[in-house]
């Protein structure tokens, strides 16, 4: 089954850090680009980052750069999400995302995405 | 960096009648937009990619359309199970934009 499957997400005080996993099945982990893309509560979709299928090309969102880091494990098939010194306002569902483009050197349109998991900050 | 500015915010339409959302980049971004629906509680599922390509398994009454900076999508004969949140996405260059999510809802 072609599935994504997130996790790591949990309650942290700002300045905290948290490691986020995506474990992939079914398809070729290696060929694709993947992503991180968050919603906050009751608000819309920000991507966060995505990293290319050969991580020749890893880009941020501006709101991230520089305390997110973003990398994959080709061999078992997992995306992760570095998060460190995090704020109020990186509380979200955090999604990981397939981009569509099969060998591409940029990005595509994302076609599949996890159910995400949840990232609280607060004192 | 490019924004993306979609409207309405929200709409309420009648069952069987056509809904238009549209989407406008700040800069020109060719064809590399898409478009996703995401039901309440529920993940987002791309609908169109390249500007107007449905994305298989997507029922034929979604579509489409523009290119460069104004875009479209379209449902013609609006279903119940059409309520979502649908959002536009640019994926021409990093940082990958999202619009600002159109409601929709069943008069």
């Known amino acids: 089954e072609v599935q994504l499957v997130e996790s790591g997400g949990d309650f942290v005080e700002p300045g905290g850090s948290l490691r986020l996993s995506c474990a992939t099945s079914?398809?070729?982990?290696?060929?694709?680009?993947m992503h991180w893309v968050r919603q906050a509560p009751g608000k819309g979709l920000e991507w966060v980052s995505g990293?290319?299928?050969?991580?020749?090309?890893?880009d941020y969102a501006d709101s991230v750069r520089g305390r997110f880091t973003i990398s994959r494990d080709n061999d078992e098939n997992f995306l992760y999400l570095q998060m460190d010194s995090l704020r109020a306002e990186d509380t979200a569902l955090y999604f990981c995302?397939?981009?569509?483009?099969?060998?591409?050197?940029?990005?595509?349109?994302?076609?599949?995405w996890g159910r995400g998991t949840m990232v609280s900050v607060s004192s | 960096d490019i924004q993306m500015t979609q409207s309405p915010s929200s709409l309420s339409a009648s069952v069987g009648h056509r809904v238009t959302i549209t989407c406008r980049a700040s800069?020109?971004?060719?064809?590399?937009l898409a478009w996703y629906q995401q039901k309440p509680g529920k993940v987002p599922k791309l609908l169109i990619y390249?500007?107007?390509t449905l994305q298989s398994g997507v029922p034929s009454r979604f579509s489409g359309s523009g290119s460069g900076t104004d875009f479209t999508l379209t449902i013609s004969n609006l279903q119940p199970e059409d309520v979502a949140t649908y959002y536009c996405?640019?994926?021409?260059?990093?940082?990958?934009?999202f619009g600002g999510g159109t409601k929709v809802e069943i008069k």
């Open positions: 995302a397939k981009d569509s483009g099969r060998y591409t050197y940029g990005y595509s349109a994302f076609d599949l």
């Open positions: 079914g398809f070729t982990f290696d060929d694709y680009a």
């Open positions: 990293i290319g299928w050969n991580v020749d090309n890893i």
């Open positions: 800069q020109d971004i060719a064809n590399y």
């Open positions: 390249d500007a107007s």
């Open positions: 996405h640019k994926y021409n260059s990093a940082p990958l934009t």
